[in-house]
Nanobody, 124 residues
Framework: QVQLVESGGGLVQAGGSLRLSCAAS????????MGWFRQTPGKEREFVAH????????YLANSVKGRFTVSRDTGKNTVYLQMNSLKPEDTAVYYC?????????????????WGQGTQVTVSS
């Protein structure tokens, strides 16, 4: 079993920054790819970013490329999503997820464990 807990969400003005953290417990994260997704009411979960188990390869959705970065600290069993130049359309609940058997994907169905989510609200 893997438990994922996101933190770092909150209210920020447009143009501001937030750093989300996803702490894992239960099993080490070191061999899992990790992803970040977001969701707003009435919409499907949207892919944001993923990072390979080594942290050496990352992939970002076009909508956040150049503004967000994803990284991981395997020693701390934690994954981060640094969000800069935030826009009102980034407002959503952000989830982290663990892909136990793959190298990371934009397909939410491929992930095996999910956190409870953290709310990010960007005001204009």
């Amino acid at each position: 079993q893997v438990q994922l807990v996101e933190s770092g969400g909150g209210l920020v003005q447009a143009g501001g920054s937030l750093r989300l953290s996803c702490a894992a417990s239960g099993r080490t994260l070191s061999r899992y790819a990790m992803g970040w997704f977001r969701q707003t009411p009435g919409k499907e979960r949207e892919f944001v970013a993923h990072v390979t188990w080594s942290g050496g390869s990352t992939y970002l959705a076009n909508s956040v490329k150049g503004r967000f970065t994803v990284s991981r600290d395997t020693g701390k069993n934690t994954v981060y999503l640094q969000m800069n130049s935030l826009k009102p359309e980034d407002t959503a609940v952000y989830y982290c997820a663990a892909d136990l058997y793959g190298s990371g994907t934009a397909n939410a169905d491929a992930y095996d464990y999910w956190g409870q989510g953290t709310q990010v609200t960007v005001s204009s």
